[in-house]
C-alpha cells in the first residue's frame, strides 16, 4: 500500500510540474520575444508593494518526494526508512502595521502509512519603535554551534534529522510569544512557550535505538509524560568591533525524556540553564565560542539515578574558506557531568552511564560549483570518548528555479551499542529528495 | 660555487621584479578617474534603495530569475558601506537576507538569514570573485572592487570616454591578467569593462545599458555581464531607485535579518 501511494505521489507531482513547466516555458517564449516588456510589465512585488493597507502574498512553496532506505536489514523496521510526499503552502498577509506569516504542511509519511498535517508558521508579527513581536506558531533559533546546540532550547526534531529530510525540519516549531528588545546599549530576546515542547526525539516508531530498561537495541514506541508547564528564554546580545556577543538564559525542561518517575513512567526533568557566546573574524576565518552550565534542578546533587545530572558545556568552532568555493568548518565540544562520583555511586547499572566527558569533534566540509547549482556536502561527527562517528554525506542539484534534486546519506558508526551515534548503527540510510518549488 | 650560483639566482629575479615593476604603469591621472567612477557607481548619496532582477541565461539557453531589494547606507564615501539584500524571488530563496558591512582595509563581515531555520549564519570571508547567487556577476560587481587593488593606466581620451587598462598588483587573487574599462565621461560611470584571462582571451564583458540621471545621480538601471567562453549571460535591471532616504544606522543589523523593515522596503508605487 505505501509503495503504491509513492508511485501515486511521484505521477502526481510529476503532473502538477509539468503544469506548471508549461506555463514557465511560455513565460520563457515570451522573453525571448520581447525581454523588455516582459521584464517592465512584471515586477510582482506582492510582498513589499505599494502603500496599500492591507496586501496578500501569492502562494508559493513546494511539493516534494522523498524516499529513504535503510543500508542494512534491521529486525524491528522494514527496509524503507523514510517515505515522505509532502506539500508545502506559504503565504503572507499585511494588514495595516500587523504581517501574517503561514506556512503549512501537508504530507503523506510512508513510514507510519498516515496522513499528517501541521503548520510549521502561523503567526502574527508586529513592529513598532524598538521592538517586535511576533506570537504564534513559530521556528526559533539563536546560538552559534553548527548542529550542535548548547543554549538552544528549542525543539529538535531529530527523527527528520537523522532520516533525510531537509535541514529546516532539524528545527520544529514551538507555539511561542517572542519580544525584542533593541537599544544602543544591548538587545533582548524574551520567549515564552506556554506549554513545554519537547524535541521530536529519536522513538521507535522509526528507529531502533538503546533501551536502558532492557540494556539493549529495541524499537519501543516510548511515550513519555509531558509537563503542561511553560518554558521562558532570554537572550541579551550585543556587536562590538564585528564581535557578536550573546548571553543566555533557560528555565524550563529537558528536551528529551531523561529520567524516570516513581512509577517507572518517562518523564522531563526540569532545566535551568545560562550560557554565554562569541563569534567574530580571525585570521581568515570566523571563530566562534560558546558555554553553557544545565543546572538540573531535580537531581542538584546528582544522586538520583533516574534523572540526569546537571552539566557544563563547551564549544569552539573555526571556519575558513579553504580554496576557491570550497568551505571547511570544525568544532570542538566538550559535554562534562557534573557531580559524576554521585552519580556512579547510584547509578543501578554504571556500565552504561555515560562519560563524564563526552568529546565531540565535527568537521563540515562544502563545495559549490562555479554556476552555484551542484553542491557537495560532508558532515561528521566524531567522538573520542565514545569511540562513535556519524557521517551526512550530500549532493544538491539545483536545476533550475524550480527543480531540486537531494541526494544523501545518514551513517553511524562505533563499537558500543549504547553511545549516542552507534545505537543507530541498524538505521543507516541513503536518501534521495526530489523538490519542485512554485 | 653552489653559494654563488643561489645569489646569482637571487640578483637575477631580484631585477626580474624590479623590471616588470617598472613596467607596470600607475597613473595618478587614470587613478584619480577610476575613483571617481568607483564613487558615481557605489556612493551616490549617503544611502539609497532599489529593487533589482536579474535573469541569468546559461550556456544552454535555461533561463533562471532573481529578484531582491537592496538597501544601502555609506559609513564614509568611498570607504565602508553598510549593504543589505532582501530576496523575493525565486521562491526557494524567498525571505532569505544577505548582510554585507564591507570594509575597505579588513575583510567585509558578512551574514546570511534563512527563514526555514530562523538562523542568521555568519559568513567566513571568501573569495569575491565567485558568483553572486548564480548569477554571472561577482560579489565583487555588485560591493565593488577595491580601487587599491589594481595598477591603472589612462590608455586613451576621448570627447566621450576614458579608456583605462587596469592590472592587479596580486595576479594570484584573481582570475584576469587585466581588464579594459570606458568610463563616460557625462556621467562618470563605466560604460564598458572587457576582462582578460592569462590567454590574452577576452573573456567576460560587463556593461551598462541603460543610465539615467535620478534625484541628481546618474545611475545604471540596466547591466549586463557576458561569460564569453561559454556563452551565458545575466542581465540586471534596477527599478524604484531612490537616493538619501535617511535610512537610520540601526537598520543594519540582526534585527533587520529576523524581521524586514518592512516601512523601509515598501515601494511607492
Partial sequence: ?438 | MKLKKITQCVILSVLAAAQSAVAQVDDEHARSIVQQAEMASYYAGNDGRSLARMIITDGNGQKQIRQFTILRQDVEDRGDQNLMVFFSRPSDVRDTVFRVLKHTTQDDDRWLYLPGLDLVKRISAGDKRTSFVGSHFFYEDVSGRNTEEDYFELLEENDEFYTIKAVPKNLSSVEFTHYIVNIEKSSMLPRKIEFYDAKDRLYRRVESLKIENIDGHPTVLHSRVEDLLNGGATEMQFRFVEYDLGLPETLFSERSLRTPPRRWLKIKG
Fill in chain 1, 1 to 438: 500500500m505505501p509503495r503504491i501511494t509513492l508511485v501515486i505521489g511521484i505521477a502526481g507531482t510529476l503532473f502538477f510540474n509539468m503544469a506548471a513547466q508549461f506555463s514557465y516555458a511560455q513565460e520563457n517564449t515570451a522573453d525571448n520575444e520581447s525581454f523588455d516588456s516582459v521584464w517592465d510589465d512584471d515586477w510582482g512585488e506582492d510582498t513589499y508593494n505599494s502603500t496599500k493597507n492591507i496586501n496578500v502574498a501569492s502562494f508559493s512553496g513546494f511539493t516534494e518526494t522523498l524516499y529513504g532506505s535503510r543500508l542494512s536489514n534491521s529486525e524491528f523496521h522494514k527496509k524503507t526508512s523514510i517515505e515522505d510526499i509532502r506539500l508545502r503552502l506559504e503565504t503572507k498577509l499585511d494588514i495595516y502595521s500587523v504581517n501574517i506569516v503561514s506556512k503549512g504542511d501537508i504530507y503523506y509519511d510512508g513510514v507510519l502509512d498516515d496522513w499528517r498535517g501541521n503548520f510549521r508558521e502561523l503567526r502574527l508579527d508586529y513592529s513598532w519603535k524598538q521592538t517586535d513581536l511576533k506570537v504564534g506558531r513559530q521556528v526559533l533559533t539563536w546560538g552559534t554551534g553548527d548542529f550542535l546546540f548548547l543554549n538552544d532550547f528549542f525543539p529538535k526534531d531529530w527523527q527528520s534529522f537523522f532520516s533525510g529530510r531537509d535541514d529546516e525540519y532539524l528545527k520544529a516549531s514551538s507555539n511561542a510569544v517572542k519580544l525584542s528588545l533593541y537599544s544602543s546599549i544591548i538587545n533582548t530576546d524574551f520567549v515564552w512557550v506556554p506549554k513545554f515542547e519537547p524535541d521530536n526525539y529519536v522513538r521507535g516508531d522509526y528507529y531502533s535505538f538503546f533501551n536502558p530498561l532492557s540494556n539493549s537495541i529495541s524499537a519501543p514506541n516510548l511515550e513519555a509524560n509531558e509537563p503542561d508547564n511553560s518554558e521562558f528564554a532570554i537572550r541579551l546580545f550585543k556587536t562590538i568591533n564585528s564581535y557578536e556577543l550573546g548571553g543566555y538564559f533557560y528555565r524550563g525542561y529537558f528536551k528529551s525524556p531523561n529520567g524516570f518517575s516513581e512509577r517507572g513512567e518517562l518523564e522531563f526533568s526540569r532545566l535551568q540553564s545560562l550560557g554565554f557566546s562569541v563569534r567574530g573574524q580571525a585570521g581568515d576565518g570566523l571563530i566562534n565560542l560558546e558555554t553553557s552550565y544545565l543546572n538540573s534542578l531535580d537531581d542538584k546533587e546528582g544522586n538520583d539515578p533516574l534523572i540526569s545530572n546537571s552539566q557544563f558545556r563547551f564549544l569552539i568552532g573555526y571556519e575558513q574558506e579553504l580554496r576557491e568555493r570550497l568551505t571547511a568548518s570544525t568544532q570542538i565540544y566538550l559535554e562534562r557531568t557534573l557531580k559524576y562520583n554521585q552519580l556512579v555511586e547510584s547509578s543501578f547499572n554504571p556500565t552504561i552511564e555515560p562519560n563524564e566527558n563526552r568529546t565531540l569533534l565535527t568537521l563540515r566540509l562544502g563545495w559549490r560549483s562555479r554556476n552555484d547549482k551542484l553542491r557537495l556536502s560532508l558532515f561528521t561527527f566524531y567522538s573520542p570518548s565514545d569511540s562513535d562517528s556519524y557521517w551526512r554525506p550530500s549532493v544538491n542539484y539545483r536545476v533550475d528555479d524550480h527543480w531540486n534534486v537531494s541526494f544523501g546519506g545518514n551513517v553511524f558508526e562505533g563499537k558500543d551499542e549504547n553511545t549516542f551515534f552507534s545505537q543507530l548503527d541498524d538505521n543507516e540510510n541513503l536518501f534521495l529528495r526530489v523538490r519542485y518549488n512554485y
